[in-house]
């Protein structure tokens, strides 16, 4: 399979971030800039994930990056290259 190693660790990233967001509702989202390509949405209180969907960084997120936070725990999630 040629993106195998990819699909494996896209999984051990997202999994948790899916099981923790299914157990609590969605409490907000936003776009977070005009062009919407930068949005954020909230599950709960202490679990949300911001994803840049552009080609510029967006305060201080990158370009084709997701910032997962939970419980003050921030995870970064780039798919540069993944085109």
Same mark, same amino acid.
């Given at each position: 399979?040629?993106?195998?190693?990819?699909?494996?660790?896209?999984?051990?990233?997202?999994?948790?971030?899916?099981? =923790? =967001?299914?157990?609590?509702?969605?409490?907000?989202?936003? /776009?977070?800039? @005009?062009?919407?390509? /930068?949005?954020?949405?909230?599950?709960?209180?202490?679990?949300? /994930?911001?994803?840049?969907?552009? @080609?510029?960084?967006?305060?201080?997120?990158?370009?084709?990056?997701?910032?997962?936070?939970?419980?003050?725990?921030?995870? /970064?999630?780039?798919?540069?290259?993944?085109?």
């Amino acid at each position: 399979m040629k993106r195998k190693q990819d699909i494996v660790q896209n999984m051990k990233t997202w999994q948790p971030f899916q099981q =923790a =967001a299914l157990k609590q509702p969605m409490t907000n989202f936003e /776009v977070l800039t @005009s062009n919407r390509l /930068v949005q954020r949405t909230t599950f709960g209180k202490h679990l949300s /994930v911001i994803v840049n969907f552009g @080609s510029k960084t967006y305060k201080g997120i990158k370009p084709h990056t997701a910032v997962i936070l939970q419980d003050g725990k921030k995870t /970064v999630i780039e798919t540069k290259g993944l085109d």
